[in-house]
T-cell receptor, first 116, second 115 residues
């Protein structure tokens, strides 16, 4: 059973560019959450997708957008990259009937984004 | 709104015990614990729910004091494999009936186990 996969593993972009990160959830999971993790910090919630819609959003600007496909995979897009966007981007999947918070999340290995 | 974890770091010898604490200023629905090793993704350890239900690995124990909005993770007879950064995530009780639940992560507790 494949776990959560993310691509690419590493990415280097220039300030002002746009980037797309991809995530495939664990088999049987229907919900995908995206997190940004700066070095030495805890993950910061970006948003969550369920049934192809953004269900929750953290405190991130509109430059961060996403999408979920019918097969539950997801993309994270970041426009107009800033140096401060350099971080590890984690995708987590879960099976989440309704909106209850009692679910465990399975994380992918992350995408390390460096903005120069 | 971010939960406060303590201590920030702890160094143990193999076989020793440790307690990691997580405290929130908000009424909580649940507390989640994850461990992250350097360069790896966080791994689920346990969920503690309001009302006393727990879900997690048999070898991990934790407590949740709903009245104080505090949780503690107990690591007994520590092994080298326990090393890593431990994160608690808290889910506050929504302020409004139609509000969504959101998992908010602490800054982490770094645990180093020496042989």
């Amino acid at each position: 059973d494949a776990g959560v996969t993310q691509s690419p593993t590493h990415l280097i972009k220039t300030r002002g560019q746009q980037v797309t990160l991809r995530c495939s959830p664990k088999s049987g999971h229907d919900t995908v959450s995206w997190y940004q993790q700066a070095l030495g910090q805890g993950p910061q919630f970006i948003f969550q997708y369920y049934e192809e819609e953004e269900r929750q959003r953290g405190n991130f600007p509109d430059r961060f957008s996403g999408h979920q496909f019918p097969n539950y995979s997801s993309e994270l897009n970041v426009n107009a990259l800033l140096l401060g966007d350099s971080a590890l981007y984690l995708c987590a999947s879960s099976f989440q009937p309704g909106q209850g918070p009692s679910y465990e999340q399975y994380f992918g290995p992350g995408t390390r984004l460096t903005v120069t | 709104q971010q939960p406060v974890q303590s201590p920030q770091a702890v160094i143990l010898r193999e076989g020793e015990d440790a307690v990691i604490n997580c405290s929130s200023s908000k009424a909580l629905y649940s507390v989640h614990w994850y461990r992250q090793k350097h360069g790896e993704a966080p791994v689920f350890l346990m969920i503690l729910l309001k009302g006393g239900e727990q879900k997690g690995h048999d070898k991990i124990s934790a407590s949740f004091n709903e009245k104080k909005q505090q949780s503690s993770l107990y690591l007994t007879a520590s092994q080298l494999s326990y090393s890593g950064t431990y994160f608690c995530g808290t889910v506050p009780v929504p302020q409004y009936v139609d509000s969504n639940y959101q998992l908010i992560w602490g800054a982490g507790t770094k645990l180093i186990i020496k042989p």
